[in-house]
């Protein structure tokens, strides 16, 4: 994609344009080490950050941020369009390029099966995933202990599951972006919760693009 819409319509249709490209399964041989967590904050101006984790030890190994402009309106349902921009900006930014993206948001859980972690899996090439805090679906609540999890349901149609990463605390809700599976994103989602309800990946790069 060399330019960026700037209408609603232009925007729903690069969604319907690139959806079919999504890969629901993971790379043969995929064993990543790194995972990098992408968000964006806003003031007068966007900041958005990305950290890259060492899956072993949970340490930050690289990080960028981009400020900028939003370009885009907030409309529900694109903002990739407002975010990605800066996002990829910032994942080009790095020293090393992490085997896995963890967005702050949603993937295949999105009216058109292509939010914001299926855009930024498409557009990169990278495996990614969503984790948005609220869900956009239906879903039965699961069992209470981590690790548990329900489905998440739009239109009949499974995608994600709300996880529960610690005993007792409500649910994230975790869906594919690109090249991934439920039963792998939701595997690396529980390492990176050893202790919070949210992943480090997002913790850290909240954190950043807070300054």
Known sequence: ??????????????????????????????????????????????????????????????????????????????????????????????????????????????????????????????PSLGVGKNALGAYEPPAAERGAWSELRDEGEVVGRALRTQDGVKPVFVSIGHRMDLDTACELVLTLTPRFRLPETTRTADRLSRG
């Open 1 to 126: 994609m060399t330019a960026w819409p700037s209408t609603v319509d232009e925007a729903v249709d690069v969604q319907a344009r690139l959806a079919p490209s999504v890969v629901r399964e993971v790379p043969p041989g995929f064993a990543p080490r790194t995972a990098a967590g992408l968000d964006v904050a806003y003031g007068q101006r966007l900041r958005a950050a990305v950290t890259v984790l060492d899956l072993d030890t949970l340490a930050v190994v690289d990080q960028a941020v981009v400020e900028g402009e939003a370009t885009f309106p907030y409309v529900p349902g694109l903002f990739a369009f407002r975010e990605l921009p800066a996002l990829l900006e910032a994942l080009d930014k790095l020293s090393t390029t992490p085997d896995v993206l963890v967005c702050d948001g949603q993937g295949l859980a999105h009216p058109r099966r292509f939010g914001l972690a299926c855009h930024a899996g498409v557009l990169t090439g990278l």
